[in-house]
């Protein structure tokens, strides 16, 4: 079995690598590609050789390849994953900093930061796909690059390549679950989309449970360590209780926006502090002097600051549930196909899902209240306006996008804004011009 990584320069591909490791009995990877860029060079050259003595110190029968060349990397592949940034981290830094300067949510995957992302992502990660499409056909795309929603919806609806997305949040509800009962023989029942997900349902011996336990399960999530890069600001108890439904992390942007907003802009400082991307920077070049070290052959326990816990579980949970059949349960990006009656089938949401050698089956949920429909309603039409922005290039698409956004201030400043970060993020859009 032969699988790609695209973005192999990360420094999050360590995870990858271990879960590979601790899953090759089941998992028999034979090779391994690690693509980059040139100008992730070092970086791939880095964590390349740390990805080889992982593997060597493990003794097991698998291959590490490092490449720039994508295309040799894909032929006859296996599974891809993909977990790049289009303008490194100097670009999620931009994307945060100016929506804040004009006292805007400043984040990487929501509001214009994400918006920003997805312009700059889509089109390479179709790039790739047609890639695919010659040279490795049958093979699966396994998305974890973000807006995920939005990247892995590109590829399903653009693209004949088999594409699951994925993120690591859900993963921290089923944690806390799994913490609140003492037990991890429970189904959790998640419905909605990537980064605006909801627990539907707990299923635990022989009843959904979330009703009446609803109230514990938000007492646990204030009480445990949630996602590093959201700020574990409480949930109000009665809020989601009416709701019906336990909202994943990122829904604080949403449903507690000011004290989000509030949060960032005392951290930014009028623009002499740090961002959240800042910090990843600072805490990726203690972690590259770490992977130098030529006696290192583990991962590092400080990865764990950058974020990102769980994704070796998530992603190699995946792959190995779709090459086995073993009709997993997980929680995936996939396409609606009904499953969200108010969407389109098309629609890529995000949802529990029997995995199989033919792909996600997502699970039927209770209709959603019509209040948690609309928001989704919304934000799926903001999603695919912005993909449409991102391969048409077309102005007036991405400010109808951004108008639709709760998180961007609406009139002159989007436009403004908008400019701005065209302007700032020039290298990476060549099909935008602004406008004044």
Not at 256 to 275: A, I, N, P, V, Y
Not at 306 to 333: E, F, K, P, W
Not at 365 to 394: D, V, Y
Not at 412 to 422: A, H, K, Y
């Amino acid at each position: 079995m032969k699988i790609v990584t695209i973005g192999g320069g990360s420094s999050y591909t360590p995870e990858i690598i271990e879960g590979f490791i601790n899953r090759h009995k089941n998992l028999p990877v034979s090779e391994i590609w690690l693509v980059d860029i040139e100008a992730g060079k070092k970086k791939l050259e880095t964590v390349g050789r740390l990805a080889q003595r992982m593997v060597e110190k493990a003794g097991i029968n698998c291959k590490v390849h490092l490449t720039l060349n994508r295309r040799e990397a894909l032929k006859g592949a296996s599974f891809v994953t993909t977990q790049f940034r289009v303008g490194l981290m100097e670009a999620r830094i931009l994307d945060e900093r100016i929506p804040l300067s004009h006292g805007m949510i400043g984040q990487e995957t929501n509001g214009f930061g994400g918006f920003m992302k997805a312009l700059r992502t889509i089109p390479v990660i179709l790039d790739i796909a047609k890639d695919m499409e010659e040279l490795c056909p049958n093979a699966w795309l396994i998305n974890f690059t973000n807006p995920s929603s939005m990247v892995t919806e590109a590829v399903q609806r653009f693209s004949k390549i088999k594409c699951v997305g994925l993120c690591n949040v859900p993963i921290y509800l089923v944690k806390t679950a799994e913490q609140m009962l003492g037990d991890s023989n429970f189904l959790l029942h998640c419905v909605g989309m990537n980064h605006y997900l909801w627990a539907r349902h707990l299923y635990y011996k022989g009843n959904d449970i979330l009703p009446e336990k609803l109230a514990d399960f938000v007492r646990t999530t204030n009480e445990s360590e949630q996602v590093r890069n959201v700020k574990n600001i409480p949930w109000d108890v009665n809020f989601v209780q009416h709701l019906g439904m336990m909202p994943v992390s990122y829904h604080r942007y949403y449903y507690m926006t000011e004290q989000m907003l509030e949060e960032e802009l005392t951290k930014f400082d009028g623009g002499k502090g740090k961002t959240r991307g800042q910090e990843v920077k600072e805490v990726e070049e203690k972690l590259f002097k770490l992977y130098e070290d030529p006696d290192l052959a583990v991962k590092p326990k400080e990865l764990e600051e950058r974020g990102g816990t769980y994704y070796s579980d998530a992603a190699c949970d995946l792959i190995q549930a779709i090459y086995t059949n073993n009709h997993q349960i997980m929680i995936v990006n996939t396409q609606n196909n009904g499953t969200l009656p108010f969407l389109p089938d098309d629609a890529t949401i995000e949802t529990s899902a029997m995995i199989t050698d033919a792909g996600p089956i997502p699970l039927k949920a209770t209709a959603l209240p019509i209040i948690a429909q609309t928001e989704l309603h919304i934000m799926k039409t903001f999603e695919r306006l912005t993909i449409e922005a991102a391969i048409s290039g077309n102005y007036d698409t991405a400010i109808q996008a951004l108008t639709l956004n709760p998180l961007v201030k609406k009139g002159e400043i989007t436009r403004q804004v908008l400019n701005e970060m065209i302007q700032a993020h020039k290298a990476h859009l060549p099909k935008w011009q602004v406008r004044k």
